[in-house]
């Protein structure tokens, strides 16, 4: 669906790309509680970027007694996060996951069921993490519908402070897929 290019970019703004579970719910074009939404986005956000690997974290000295106890407690951590999201999946069904490209302007993503209309207002959900139970609710507008069922909303103005947030993890994971692209390859 999407190109694989170094640089994936939606309304002219650097994008996060992934293959997530998402789900539209068609509604009136009447304002959403913004600033519930706002709050409890930066709070699934926040949620999100504490379960996200940032990457290796450089241990000072391998030799220091507390260095194999946080390791060991890190294991137990992602084990017992692990075990939670698999109870929350069985318990509260999701979505089917889908290439999703987004950024605090807007959405592109392949709907499974019918697509929604061009002109429909409506909140997109992005399930980020298994085990973040609420998803991000981002409210807007259906600006196009490809041919081949393909979507594109606009959503409605974001709180600075969480288009902030978006615009960060868009630009961490960037980075990441640049530095993975241009690791060297083991064994050769």
Do not use: S
Not at 174 to 186: D, E, L, M, N, T
């Amino acid at each position: 669906m999407f190109d694989t290019a170094d640089t994936i970019v939606l309304y002219e703004e650097l994008a996060f790309q992934d293959v997530l579970p998402v789900r539209w719910h068609d509604q009136p074009a009447q304002p959403v509680a913004a600033t519930a939404l706002a709050d409890r986005n930066l709070q699934v956000l926040q949620a999100w970027d504490a379960l996200e690997d940032h990457g290796p974290v450089e241990v000072p000295d391998e030799n220091a007694p507390l260095a194999a106890d946080i390791q060991r407690l890190d294991r137990k951590m992602t084990l017992l996060l692990g075990l939670v999201g698999q109870l929350l999946a069985l318990n509260r069904p999701r979505p089917a996951a889908v290439p999703l490209r987004f950024n605090a302007r807007g959405a592109v993503w392949q709907p499974v069921a019918a697509p929604p209309q061009p002109g429909a207002h409506g909140v997109l959900e992005i399930y980020l993490h298994d085990c973040v139970a609420q998803p991000l609710r981002l409210a807007g507008e259906v600006t196009a519908v490809a041919p081949t069922g393909e979507v594109k909303v606009r959503f409605a103005p974001l709180d600075d402070a969480l288009a902030a947030v978006i615009a960060k993890i868009a630009f961490r994971r960037h980075r990441r897929q640049i530095a993975g692209r241009h690791a060297p390859k083991r064994g050769t």
